[in-house]
């Protein structure tokens, strides 16, 4: 703060510095004389002590000494601490201490005249008087150096002795007391003489030692300006040696540079030579540095060139894959940014490596990434050192000026590579290409453009695109077609252009616009292929996924697109059409005994056949195996229906020639009719399907049109399909058994079991319902199963309890025996129940066995060496080839009640039954007549030598434990 004042009082800094230096001075002269000054005092007031006390008697002169002594002490101290710290405080609060101590020795001095007065002695006035006189001048040479001190000093003893004189009251006195003021005026003039002289002492010293130091200082700064100078020139002259050998080196550089850049844009030289070139530059521009430089592909570093390297080391590296840690250049490639390692052996990034550098004498490593104009890292520079360093700035700036002109060699050869692919591709493509100006006007085409439009080049160079136009497309096509390019820069479409020969061809067309600096369009591109296969091929599965393949009606997919439009119009006409669902009867059994061969033959003959009945409006649909639809629009009524429908029917009415084989199939028919029966598709073909269901449990080959109750029994269907799935964990089934009887004797010889359903809302569901439900549905296997295990199980039971059943017949169906597994379960069963094999007898249907003839007899060959006594059940209601039937491994066939029931009136059944009696005895197997319910039959079938009989005649189907106690005394 007080430096602050000061600088605000003295803005002159030299001024300034010249005040504090003075102010220094002249306290250090005046504590200089302190110690002699105060002792003097010291010893002066003992004496004077002495001699008053001598001859005065009053306590004053002791007060007086004492106080006296005090400030003589005080000032003493200051001196001490001033000689021990003179930095602890400034130079004037030094001065100011000592003006204050000069005050209070004035003051002391001062209080000793009074006595004068008190004593009126003459020895001691005279005495005081030398005193003051003594102290007073004696002070000029102490007290000149500061004015201050001085005046704080004499006057107060001037003072004070003035005072004591004018006590007198005499006029020697008063004059005595002018004698004084005038000896103090002149004391005081003479000290400030003194003080200026000193002061300027003072001040010129500190000039002369300011001068001095400057003096010194200027020789100082000219020693080391010399100095300086000197170094300066010998660092010239060695710059200048360096600039010159520096400019040397980057003359050589730059020519090698120019050298490079030749090779480059004359393209006189390969990438591996300019990159060899690259290389060989910055070995000769450094010390004890090798290098190469490595091209990316895919993921991996190749060599592109390394002259100076080992060339087992260039195999190594030669393959190397990218990544974080794979040394200095897979590390640099895969981060793209430099990267220096300094200690091949201590770096982490090369811990898998440092085996290499070892063996090769390679110490450090850094590498600096080739990146393209876009940004794209090309490769890498190796920089390889004998020793532990890291690349000085001079090296790292050679490589980065190179790895321009190294990017430029790799794009550049790139960009050939590719411009000699595209030239290859463009003459090679099979798409036509075109080229044109900015105009449109054609500049270049390819081969494929020739053989695609029949037009050569010659022909259609300086013309436009437009001499191939078809007329097909409108002018607002192709302003289309030119706003899409403007806004978009490409278009692509389907388009129909004109051969050189007239024929038009569709193409599938791309064009793209080329634009300049300015954004210009300056070239377009056409590249089309022609699409006439496509388009055809497109036809061709366009009709595949709307036709059936084998006979090339309509299948389901577009029948129902066309019933969807039948519908619309006859809604918005208030018009009538019919749907008729044909399905053929018993057409598995052509499939099971004549193959499917023939039964694709005939659904192709019948195709042919229905559509050659129907109107050409109409529409003959197959929309699954054996099924076909036909939809008769605007047909007015029920009765115009029934009249195509018995048309369509007469077609069955000639029978089918299947591979010389002459076949009579039948039909039956469903008919909805548009809006009675529905109005949308699924009711339709919901009804027409439960109107030919009821076709079919009316006899077969009829047709029936659809009522409500129909639709009753659909829903009955659809019901019972949905109990059934939950009818075993229910245990709603149980099983009844009927009784199989010798013809001769009338004694049981074996049961069958037959399966029966208590549902608690529907009540007793016959087999003939949902068995076949059972079959399309898959829980036929469950179902089965259960029986089987349940009928097996109850054998036990009875033979358990001594009644002997003979054998137990059970019914297996087609899908349970299709599985490969179906043996294994049998056995299974058996093994769990403890029934004998031959007590099991398996029915299985005719159809099954000529469905896969192969198949069937593997199957029942193994059952038979299992024990399992096997059945033909329903024989005669197929289409059995004698050939196999011998061949298979049965004992028994079983006549179908249907040729049962009207024995003796009907002449056909008798003779058929006649002739599986026959057939049964001339190979070998037994035959039992199902269904017998009259003595006539029996009569006729014991005639006819028929060994076994089941039918009503003898016994229902009934319990279990009736059975057992109904014939528990009768032993086959």
Same mark, same amino acid.
């Given at each position: 703060m007080?430096l ?5 009082m003295?803005?002159?800094s030299?001024q300034?510095d ?5 102010t ?8 200089m004389?302190a110690?002699i000054?105060n #002792? ?17 008697e ?8 004492f106080?006296l ?20 405080k400034?130079?004037r ?17 001062s ?18 008087f030398?005193?003051?006189?003594g102290?007073?001048?004696?002070s000029?040479?102490?007290l ?7 005046i704080v000093? #004499? ?7 003035g005072v004591?004189?004018?006590?007198f009251?005499n ?5 005595l007391t ?9 004391? #005081? ?6 003080n ?9 010293q500190?000039?002369n030692?300011g ?8 020789i ?13 020139l010998?660092?010239?002259n ?7 050998n520096?400019?040397?080196q ?11 850049l ?13 990159l060899e070139?690259i290389v060989?530059v ?9 290098g ?9 570093l ?5 002259p100076?390297?080992?060339?087992d ?13 794979v ?9 793209q940014?430099r990267v ?11 811990v ?18 080739i990146v ?8 890498a ?5 004998p ?5 000085t ?14 990017s430029?060699?790799i ?8 411009l000699?692919?595209?030239?290859a591709?463009?003459q ?9 100006d ?5 500049l ?13 080049r010659?022909?259609?160079v300086g013309?436009?695109p437009r ?5 097909r ?10 706003r ?15 051969? &050189? ?9 791309n064009i ?14 056409g ?9 055809r091929s ?8 709307h ?11 577009l029948? *129902?697109?066309?019933?969807d439009?039948?519908?619309k119009?006859?809604?918005r ?10 399905d053929l ?5 052509? *499939? ?16 042919i056949r229905?559509?050659? &009945?129907?109107?050409l409006?109409?529409?003959v649909?197959r ?15 029920a009765e ?6 018995e048309?369509i029917?007469?077609v069955?009415? &000639? ?8 076949i009579?199939?039948t039909?039956?028919i469903?008919?909805?009719l ?5 109005n ?7 009804n027409a399907d439960?109107?030919?269901?009821r076709?079919k449990?009316e006899?077969?080959?009829t047709?029936?049109?659809f009522t ?9 269907r659809?019901?019972i399909?949905?109990a ?6 229910? *245990?709603?089934?149980?099983l ?11 004694k ?20 003939a319902k ?5 079959e399309e549905?898959?829980?036929?296997h ?23 059943f003979?054998?137990?017949?059970v019914?297996?169906?087609r ?27 398996l029915?299985?249907?005719e159809?099954f066995?000529?469905?896969?003839t192969t ?12 024990g399992?006594?096997?059945a033909i ?11 196999y039937l011998?061949?298979?491994p049965i004992?028994?066939l079983k006549?179908?009640?249907s040729?049962?029931r ?13 002739a ?5 005895k001339?190979l ?8 017998v ?5 029996? &009569?006729?079938?014991?005639?006819k ?5 089941q ?16 014939y ?5």
């Open positions: 007080v602050n004042i000061k600088r605000t003295f803005p002159d030299k300034f010249d005040s504090l230096d003075t220094e001075e002249q306290a250090r002269i005046l504590y004389q110690p000054s #002792t003097t005092v010291l010893v002066t007031s003992t004496i004077f002590f002495l001699i008053l006390t001598a001859r005065i009053s306590s004053l002169i002791g007060y007086w000494v106080f002594s005090i400030t003589a002490l005080y000032r003493l101290f200051l001196w001490f601490r001033r000689s021990k710290a003179p930095e602890s400034s130079p609060q030094w001065m100011n201490h000592y003006i204050f101590g000069s005050t209070l020795v004035g003051i002391s001095w209080l000793i005249y009074p006595l004068i007065y008190i004593a009126n002695d003459l020895i001691v006035s005279i005495a005081l030398m005193l003051a006189f102290i007073i001048g004696a000029v040479a102490i000149a150096v500061s004015m201050r001190a001085f000093y #004499t006057y107060p003893q001037a003072f004070m002795l004591t004189l004018l006590m009251q006029s020697s006195f008063n004059w002018l004698a004084l003021c005038i000896y103090v005026l002149m004391i #005081t003039l003479f000290t400030r003489n003194t200026q002289s000193v002061l300027k002492s003072i001040r010129l500190f000039q030692q001068l001095i130091r400057k003096l010194n200082n200027e100082d700064q000219r020693e080391e300006q010399i100095k300086e100078r000197t170094l300066q010998q660092d010239k060695s710059a200048l040696t360096n600039e010159v520096e400019r040397k980057a003359e050589s550089f730059l020519a090698q540079q120019k050298r490079i030749e090779l480059i844009s004359q393209g006189s030289a390969s990438l591996p030579q300019i070139e060989v910055i070995e000769s521009q450094t010390d004890n540095l090798r190469s430089i490595l091209l990316l592909k895919g993921n991996t190749h060599i592109g060139a390394a100076n390297m080992p060339d080391y260039n195999a190594l590296i030669d393959g190397l894959e990218i990544g974080p840690t040394g200095s250049c897979g590390t640099a490639v895969f981060t940014q220096v390692v300094e200690d091949i052996q201590q770096d982490s990034r090369w898998s490596y440092r085996h290499l550098g070892a063996s090769y004498n390679f110490s450090a490593c850094w590498s600096d990434p393209d104009s876009s940004g794209e890292v090309l490769g520079f190796a920089l390889y050192y020793n532990v360093t890291a690349p700035p001079k090296e790292i700036q050679l490589v980065e000026s190179l790895s321009q002109i190294a430029l060699a794009e550049r050869n790139i960009t050939e590579t590719r000699r692919q595209s030239a591709v463009f090679s493509t099979i798409e036509g290409v075109v080229i044109t900015g105009e449109n006007t054609i270049d085409v390819n081969k494929a453009f020739e053989e695609i439009t029949g037009y050569s010659e022909e259609v013309h436009t001499m191939l136009q078809s007329g497309h409108d002018k607002n096509f192709y302003q289309q077609m030119w899409s390019i403007e806004e978009n820069r490409q278009w692509r479409g389907e388009v129909w252009n004109r051969r &050189k020969d007239g024929v038009i061809f569709p193409e599938w067309l793209s616009c080329i634009y300049d600096n300015n954004d210009k369009p300056v070239n377009f591109v590249v089309f292929s022609d699409i006439t296969s496509i388009k497109e036809e061709e599965l366009d009709h595949m996924a036709h059936d393949p084998l006979t090339d009606l309509p299948n389901r997919l029948f *129902n697109s066309q019933l439009q039948a519908i119009h006859a809604k006409n208030q018009s009538v059409f019919a749907l008729l669902f044909i009867d018993r057409f598995k059994n052509i *499939n099971d005994s004549l193959g499917h061969k023939a039964g694709d033959e005939l659904l192709q003959q019948l195709a229905i559509q050659e &009945k129907v109107r409006d109409d529409t649909a929309i699954s195996g054996d099924e076909f639809v036909v939809l008769l629009e605007n047909i007015g009524s115009n229906t029934a009249v195509t429908v048309k029917m007469s069955f009415n &000639k029978s089918f020639v299947l591979d010389r084989h002459e009579r199939i039909a039956s469903g008919i909805s548009y809006p009675t029966n529905g949308t598709i699924i009711s339709l073909m919901r439960a109107a030919m269901y076709a449990n006899g077969r080959n047709y029936q049109f409500q109750e129909m639709t009753s029994n659909a829903f009955e659809v019901m399909e949905n059934l799935r939950m009818a075993l964990n229910r *245990n709603e089934f149980h009844v058994y009927q009784p199989q009887f010798a013809i001769e004797d009338r049981l010889i074996g049961v069958e079991a037959l399966i029966r359903w208590q549902h608690p809302d529907l009540g007793n569901i016959s087999p949902f068995i076949p439900l059972a549905n898959g829980l036929i469950d179902i089965g199963a259960w029986v089987m295990k349940t009928a097996c199980l109850q054998g036990a039971k009875w033979l358990e309890n001594n009644f002997d003979g054998h137990i017949a019914n297996v169906a899908p349970q025996l299709q599985h490969n597994d179906f043996i294994d379960k049998v056995r299974a069963i058996l093994d769990e129940t403890k029934l004998a094999a031959d007590r099991l007898e029915e299985v249907t159809g066995i000529m469905h896969n198949h069937a007899i593997q199957q029942l060959e193994a059952m038979r060496v299992l399992v006594k096997i059940d329903d024989f005669g209601t197929g289409y059995s080839s004698m050939s011998k061949l298979l004992q028994k006549i179908d009640q040729f049962i009207d024995i003796p009136f009907d002449t056909n059944d008798m003779a058929i039954s006649e599986v009696i026959a057939l049964s001339a070998g197997l037994q035959v039992i007549a199902e269904g319910e009259t003595e006539k039959q029996v &009569k006729f079938l014991q005639q030598g028929c060994q076994e009989v039918g009503y005649l003898f016994c229902k189907p009934i319990s279990a434990q009736e059975l057992a106690i109904k528990s005394n009768e032993i086959a």
